[in-house]
T-cell receptor, first 115, second 114 residues
């Protein structure tokens, strides 16, 4: 079946603009995670969804970052008033249920460049 | 809190030689450990995972890892490197106090020399 998909694959924006990043998880996966991969910070957790609710937003770096998930499926990560330090690859992952042994399946990522 | 440390940000091996990528963990509870591989411009792909069932874990592409509690290690090995193994490898531990998010190491970039 289809894996996790993300769009766009690349996004170049100007400082101060808003961007939306989309994640389509594997069908039936209830858990969805967003991570960020950057040169200075490595791979870091941003936010977790179980269904449509986000019980863990502890990794969001500032209030410019927000995310939602609708219908227990598609998720959108929004970054308002982008800054150059937001430049990174944003990865989405999903898993069937929430459990420590569950494998998280990753999408190909969205590469965000803020000029 | 859990954490992992990957020793060596870059490792080079000759084709056909042993691959050894190091990962040490810190956890106050029995850990769940994962190795992922990332090829250029791609997402992360699971190589193998330790979930306490067996200390020697075999994964895809000929990779395996051994969980050693006494050494708090989960090193990744492959007997014979192939050119296609060139990639970045990440060790991760599950944060078990809540939402099971991954805590990643800083990654090791493997280069395979012809």
């Amino acid at each position: 079946g289809a894996g996790v998909s993300q769009s766009p694959s690349n996004k170049v924006t100007e400082k101060g603009k808003d961007v939306e990043l989309r994640c389509d998880p594997i069908s039936g996966h209830t858990a969805l995670y967003w991570y960020r991969q950057s040169l200075g910070q490595g791979l870091e957790f941003l936010i977790y969804f179980q269904g449509n609710s986000a019980p863990d937003k502890s990794g969001l770096p500032s209030d410019r970052f927000s995310a939602e998930r609708t219908g227990g499926s598609v998720s959108t990560l929004t970054i308002q008033r982008t800054q150059q330090e937001d430049s990174a690859v944003y990865l989405c992952a999903s898993s069937l249920i929430m459990g420590p042994a569950d494998t998280q399946y990753f999408g190909p990522g969205t590469r965000l460049t803020v000029l | 809190a859990q954490s992992v440390t990957q020793l060596g940000s870059h490792v080079s091996v000759s084709e056909g030689a042993l691959v050894l990528l190091r990962c040490n963990y810190s956890s106050s509870v029995p850990p769940y450990l994962f190795w992922y591989v990332q090829y250029p411009n791609q997402g992360l792909q699971l190589l193998l995972k330790y979930t306490s069932a067996a200390t020697l874990v075999k994964g895809i592409n000929g990779f395996e890892a051994e969980f050693k509690k006494s050494e708090t290690s989960f090193h990744l090995t492959k007997p014979s490197a192939h050119m296609s193994d060139a990639a970045e490898y990440f060790c991760a531990v599950i944060n078990t106090s809540g939402t099971y998010k991954y805590i990643f190491g800083t990654g090791t970039r493997l280069k395979v020399l012809a």
